[in-house]
């Protein structure tokens, strides 16, 4: 399995609070996404990353931010968090090798109350 | 806008009997690829169709792809109780290279 690993897994919280969900890969690969899964929506992407400090908006970026500052670690940030934003969230990794065949995180469960 | 739409939404079928999903895109593509989901889990990859590619086989997955209808179809044969799960196909379009669009995915439960 590759080593992706995302926190928290769940949590909850309150409308207009900060929320940073991060994905940690060990596999070195180039390409990080994240993704948001809702029901009647599929997988939507918000934001990736291509390299260090190189990001680039998704279908659905608004509202989130991301940073990327090593190679192993993706940052997803709701600035503030809105009720809408409730949502599977998952990350994903890409290798340079690899034909755009992704390889994904457990998933960060947040509810934003 | 989603690229790929499953169709059809759900699916459920008898263990021991083969099952069809299709997918539909819209733009021109590099690659389509599937993905399974079981409940609570995160995606994993299952096969990758090159857009020069009719059809390729993996183990009891056969995937298919019509680059003239814009459609691709996965069939899995002697279905499991393991194969429940949902499929998403997902689409590397020519011009958002490495950024992958999936559809909305089928939701596939095998009767025992």
């Known amino acids: 399995d590759a080593g992706i690993t995302q926190s928290p897994r769940h949590k909850v919280t309150e409308t207009g609070t900060p929320v940073t969900l991060r994905c940690h890969q060990t596999?070195?690969?180039?390409?990080m996404y994240w993704y948001r899964q809702d029901p009647g929506h599929g997988l939507r992407l918000i934001h990736y990353?291509?390299?260090?400090?190189?990001?680039d908006k998704g279908e659905v970026s608004d509202g989130y931010s991301v940073s990327r500052s090593k190679t192993e670690d993706f940052l997803l940030t709701l600035e503030s968090a809105t009720s809408s934003q409730t949502s599977v969230y998952f990350c994903?990794?890409?290798?340079?090798?690899?034909?755009?065949?992704?390889?994904f995180g457990e998933g960060s469960r947040l509810t934003v109350l | 806008s989603q690229q790929g739409e499953e169709d059809p939404q759900a699916l459920s079928i008898q263990e021991g009997e083969n099952a069809t999903m299709n997918c539909s895109y819209k733009?021109?593509?590099?690659?389509l690829q599937w993905y399974r989901q079981n409940s609570g889990r995160g995606l994993v990859h299952l096969i990758l169709?090159?857009?020069?590619?009719r059809e390729k086989h993996s183990g009891r997955l056969r995937v298919t792809l019509d680059t003239s209808k814009k459609s691709s179809s996965l069939l899995i044969t002697a279905s499991r109780a393991a194969d429940t799960a949902s499929y998403f196909c997902?689409?590397?379009?020519?011009?958002?290279?490495?950024?992958?669009?999936f559809g909305q995915g089928t939701r596939l439960t095998i009767n025992p």
């Open positions: 994903a990794i890409s290798g340079l090798a690899g034909e755009g065949e992704l390889f």
């Open positions: 596999e070195n690969h180039r390409y």
């Open positions: 990353s291509y390299g260090v400090k190189d990001t």
């Open positions: 733009t021109s593509i590099n690659n």
């Open positions: 169709i090159r857009s020069n590619e």
């Open positions: 997902a689409t590397d379009a020519i011009q958002g290279a490495q950024k992958l669009v």
